[in-house]
């Protein structure tokens, strides 16, 4: 049973440029979230997605968006980077939206803007 | 605002010795608590997850404890071992939040190192 996955595992980039990170969730699972987490700090929320539509957002700006596609895949997409964009980007995936107790995490994708 | 204080900021422990870590919230009204632990550069894995009925829950070496009275909780792990080194996300889920992804809110961790 496969859990959630992403990728990149690591991606450096320069600033102004725009990246997109997926991710696979866990096997039943149709529900996906997207958090930032800064080096030392707790994960920030940025996004949910759930039948293909943002349903919950965080405090981003709208650099950040996202897809998710038929099959529960989602993209994360970020335009314009700033170097305060570097941080490890976690996917989570559960079944349905609201049950956060059964959060999966991937293991992430650590991007580095310069 | 909900916030959520995890203490030490860092810790370093003998190997085989216990160590305890503190949770405090101002989340209300609560759902649930549960801690992760992170291994650098991965996601976090679930360790324990209790609602405000529970008092203490345990998952092998790792115990939590919660008194929702006084919004403390704490995660002990007895016997440690050096794949213990990892950081402990304490995370608080609010009751009106509805179970929703963004009704969470994420301690800073503390980063627990294991010494030989």
């Known amino acids: 049973d496969a859990g959630v996955t992403q990728s990149p595992t690591h991606l450096i980039k320069t600033r102004g440029q725009q990246v997109t990170l997926r991710c696979s969730p866990k096997?039943?699972?149709?529900?996906v979230s997207w958090y930032q987490q800064a080096l030392g700090q707790g994960p920030q929320f940025i996004f949910q997605?759930?039948?293909?539509?943002?349903?919950q957002r965080g405090n981003f700006p709208d650099r950040f968006s996202g897809h998710q596609f038929p099959n529960y895949s989602s993209e994360l997409n970020v335009n314009a980077l700033w170097l305060g964009d570097s941080a490890l980007y976690l996917c989570?995936?559960?079944?349905?939206?609201?049950?956060?107790?059964?959060?999966?995490f991937g293991s992430g994708t650590q991007l580095s803007v310069l | 605002k909900n916030q959520v204080e995890q203490s030490p900021q860092s810790l370093i422990i003998l190997e085989g010795k216990n160590c305890t870590l503190q949770?405090?919230?101002?989340?209300?009204?609560?759902?649930?608590l549960r801690w992760y632990k992170q291994d650098t550069g991965r996601g976090p894995v679930s360790l324990t997850i209790?609602?405000?009925?529970?008092n203490t829950k345990s998952n092998g070496r790792y115990t939590a404890t919660l008194d929702a009275d006084t919004k403390q909780s704490s995660l002990h792990i007895t016997a440690s071992q050096l794949s213990d080194s990892a950081s402990y996300i304490c995370?608080?889920?609010?009751?009106?939040?509805?179970?929703?992804?963004?009704?969470?809110?994420f301690g800073k961790g503390t980063h627990l190192i294991i010494q030989p």
């Open positions: 989570a995936s559960s079944l349905g939206r609201w049950s956060n107790e059964k959060l999966f």
């Open positions: 096997s039943g699972h149709d529900t």
């Open positions: 997605y759930y039948e293909e539509e943002e349903r």
């Open positions: 949770c405090n919230y101002t989340v209300s009204p609560f759902s649930n």
């Open positions: 209790m609602t405000f009925s529970e």
């Open positions: 995370v608080v889920s609010g009751r009106y939040s509805g179970g929703g992804a963004d009704g969470l809110t």
